[in-house]
């Protein structure tokens, strides 16, 4: 039986030095805007930041800093929806971080989507009221948000006074190393008032001319009984309005206040005038309970697809629940008609200016087997940006596509040049812009899509030629060496991220990283199948629109054959060409030296050294291709390429770069927990999924979280749990179930989307039951164990054991 508690988040006393984390902890989101869980009484401040954030709304400043002028493009702070405060009578206005707080209970309900906080409070004259808060921001509609405030005196009675606010005076400043840049992003366009109790306020951004509109209206109760308060236009330094009313209240007696708001942008599908939007959409009456029933309906809506049920363990359930909250926040039905990605850190906060990066690698499998039509919006955001791509690589010399590192707006590269180390204070170069491989994830998502949905249409439409353009960018990559008949490649970087360059030297780049080299051949080699397939008329027309003849096709196969990876004796992958020369960090006097040791490179660069000198690595670099493929998948492209494999290459490679990886990055323990699985390391594998489930909740990182939830860790989690512990693979019409249950668990279930078919797992120690719902058609699909293999067509219930 499912606890109650596994739905939710409790805090049960106010820490002003937690609520940071707490409140992007807390963050509610439906895919088009998040909201941090700031409380409504505070503003930004060293404590509070009550960020609000809208899909796609990215604006580009300039800033002169260290002898140069840098270019950033950040995801907008929007205007603050949520104030709202009061005062008793000629008493402060209230705000929890400078009140006696008596009692404290602040709950994230993620099975309603609600965030609830009740608290009793003191002022300085003695004054006592409870405070219960209700929040949600409509999982359904996705443009209203909604405030339940209720006031309840408790040793008093008398005249307060509320004040509600939507407030415009807001600039990017949550994330402290980017407060030395430019963060101005908005402008007034207009504020007012409409009908007796509604106001609205609207902005445009300077630089995209985003427009962004804000209605609130506003409804008094005195236990159930609506009043009517005389409410008073109220401004702040021009940027702000709202209203103001007096209430006479009486001991013991709640008075609610409702504030429900809507939201609209000139980005929206559909939408001419944002403010008349926002505006018409609030006319109705509204009432929080309407709002409040419908959102709760679409979660449970969403749950009824998306819960995976731990048996006897609280923790990894609430975890992966939080986490599976979190990314549908981020990224939701909602999504399909917006021209968004997935931001690496949410919804939730500023970190890495909400830009796109590698992460939805990680995030995709989730929604590819439950919502497919979110996971083709996700690759949508790339198709419509592949001419930008393009562009890219042409800047650089090469063909085809090549996606930016960091992506936002335009698909324009948008990676800083410049990076503060907050260790030394210093501005270093920032040359992560050469990790190549983020072209390679993108063709891998959309390979992955098409397996798992048989999606014909997007492939043909969309998707056949973001690969093969991005098949034409990895074969321009690749140089060829007359010396050793083998192609190369140059000046780029793997996952990895500490090493930029080489010892000594000043030029950016290097060679042969494995990992791209890998998914180099493993590109051309698909690239190659998917023409094999086409039909005639789409590969006459497709290979007239990018260029590509049959020259190309056998160069493809050439270089995918022969593209250079370093194995030692030993089966150790190098990589990248010279790793085996650099020099071995003592790690034990580090780790004696300063603890957490995650971030080698800037305590390294802090004492005067570089990361670059040493066999020192941020996350899974040459393991990468262990995680996203299969052994035989990995033996095939290894065949192909005249390399001997063998299981034990795994072992060497995970044994050799786990003593020598900092796991810098969330994600690098996400790698090493399902390649422990498969070498059957079960303690270990458990020991980095518990830090796998850390990462936010607890903010491992030391103050990484509370600018941003880490989506690529939050949707590995679950790939850990689907693949790995309960150990479900697809290939091709077969699902191979091979369980790896840990000894914490009596077991676990949830429903896939396999083949356009949705299909039921409970596997416990001993059994898997796998349950087809509905008819099987079209062609048969199989369930296999290590013992035995089923043809559900036969049956609709089977039942294997292991």
């Known amino acids: 039986m499912i606890k109650e508690s596994d739905w939710k988040i409790v805090y049960r006393e106010f820490n002003a ?63 603050n929806w949520l104030f709202l405060t009061f005062k008793i009578k000629d008493s402060e206005w209230f705000s929890p971080s400078k009140s006696k707080i008596l009692y404290f209970r602040q709950e994230l309900d993620m099975k309603r989507g609600i965030l609830h906080r009740d608290i009793r409070a003191a002022t300085r004259k003695g004054y006592i009221t409870r405070i219960e808060t209700r929040r949600l921001v409509h999982i359904l509609n996705p443009h209203y948000l909604a405030l339940q405030y209720i006031i309840t005196p408790q040793n008093y009675s008398g005249v307060i006074t509320v004040r509600h606010l939507i407030d415009g005076a807001v600039i990017n400043s949550g994330v402290e190393r980017y407060r030395q840049l430019n963060s101005q992003h908005l402008d007034l366009t207009a504020l007012g008032s409409f009908s007796r109790n509604g106001v609205y306020l609207s902005v445009v951004t300077n630089q995209s001319h985003i427009e962004i509109s804000q209605a609130a209206k506003l409804r008094v109760f005195s236990g159930r009984k609506e009043i009517n308060p005389v409410l008073n236009l109220v401004t702040k330094n021009k940027l702000a309005i709202g209203q103001e009313f007096k209430l006479k209240v009486k001991k013991g007696i709640a ?3 409702e504030k429900i708001v809507s939201v609209y942008t000139s980005k929206d599908k559909g939408v001419v005038d944002p403010i008349m939007e926002a505006v018409n959409s609030l006319k109705c009456p509204r009432r929080f309970s309407m709002l409040f029933s419908t959102h709760i309906k679409g979660w449970r809506k969403m749950w009824n697809i998306f819960d995976i049920k731990i048996n006897k363990d609280s923790f990894s359930q609430k975890v992966l629940r ?102 030394s204070g210093k501005w270093d170069p920032d040359y992560s812009r050469l990790q190549r491989h983020v072209s390679f994830a993108v063709a891998y998502n959309v390979w992955k899509y098409f397996q798992n949905t048989e999606d014909y249409d997007f492939m043909l439409k969309c998707g056949v030629e973001m690969f093969l353009s991005i098949a034409q960018f990895a074969a321009s990559l690749a140089r060829y060496n007359k010396k050793d008949k083998k192609f190369h490649t140059y000046g780029i970087m793997g996952p990895d991220e500490f090493h930029e360059k080489y010892p000594g030297s000043s030029r950016p780049g290097l060679k042969d990283n494995a990992y791209s080299n890998f998914m180099i051949s493993w590109v051309l080699a698909k690239a190659l199948e998917l023409i094999a397939i086409l039909p005639p008329k789409e590969k006459e027309h ?21 593209m250079n990876i370093i194995i030692n004796k030993e089966g150790i992958i190098s990589q990248f060409d010279g790793y085996f020369n650099l020099k071995e960090l003592n790690w034990d006097n580090y780790r004696k030296m300063y603890g957490n040791i995650q971030r080698m490179d800037r305590i390294l660069k802090a004492e005067g050294l570089s990361p670059d000198d040493y066999k020192v690595t941020k996350q899974a670099d040459a393991l990468m291709m262990f995680y996203l493929f299969s052994l035989a998948e990995i033996k095939n492209i290894f065949d192909r390429l005249g390399y001997v494999f063998d299981k034990s290459i795994l072992k060497n490679n995970y044994l050799y770069y786990l003593k020598r990886t900092s796991h810098g990055s969330t994600l690098s323990k996400v790698i090493h927990c399902l390649i422990a699985l498969y070498l059957r390391r079960n303690k270990e594998a458990w020991n980095f999924f518990r830090d796998v489930l850390e990462s936010d909740i607890y903010d491992i990182q030391g103050g990484t979280t509370p600018e941003g939830i880490h989506a690529g860790v939050m949707g590995g989690s679950l790939d850990i749990v689907i693949r790995g512990f309960s150990g479900v693979n697809i290939v091709n019409n077969t699902v191979y179930i091979r369980p790896r249950l840990p000894a914490e668990w009596k077991s676990v279930s949830f429903k896939l989307l396999i083949k356009n078919r949705w299909l039921y797992f409970n596997i416990t120690r001993k059994k898997i039951a796998v349950v087809l719902k509905g008819h099987l058609k079209g062609s048969d699909l199989f369930v296999a164990s290590e013992r035995k293999k089923a043809n559900l067509k036969d049956r609709k219930r089977i039942v294997l054991k292991y």
């Open 17 to 79: 030095e937690e609520e940071s984390l707490r409140e992007a902890i807390c963050t509610l989101g439906n895919g088009y805007i998040g909201t941090r869980g700031a409380f409504p009484e505070v503003n930004a401040s060293n404590i509070h930041y009550p960020g609000t954030y809208i899909a796609g709304v990215y604006n580009r400043l300039k800033t002169h800093i260290a002898a140069k002028t840098v270019v950033n493009e950040d995801l907008v702070n929007c205007p």
């Open 255 to 257: 008075y609610r206040i």
């Open 322 to 423: 939080l986490h599976t909250f979190h990314l549908l926040q981020t990224f939701s039905l909602n999504n399909i008609d917006i021209d968004a990605g997935f931001p690496a850190r949410g919804l939730h906060g500023e970190s890495y200016r909400g830009h796109i990066f590698w992460d939805e690698l990680f995030v995709l499998p989730f929604y590819n087997h439950h919502l497919p039509s979110v996971a083709r919006a996700m690759l949508m955001y790339r198709y419509r940006r592949l001419e930008k791509a393009r562009e890219y690589a042409g800047k650089y010399g090469y063909k085809g596509a090549m996606f930016p590192w960091q992506s936002a707006s335009s698909g324009e590269e948008e990676t800083q040049v410049l990076h503060l180390n907050p260790l």
């Open 542 to 562: 497709l290979f007239n629109k990018i260029d590509i003849n049959e020259d190309d096709l056998r160069m493809w196969d050439v270089i995918s054959r022969n």
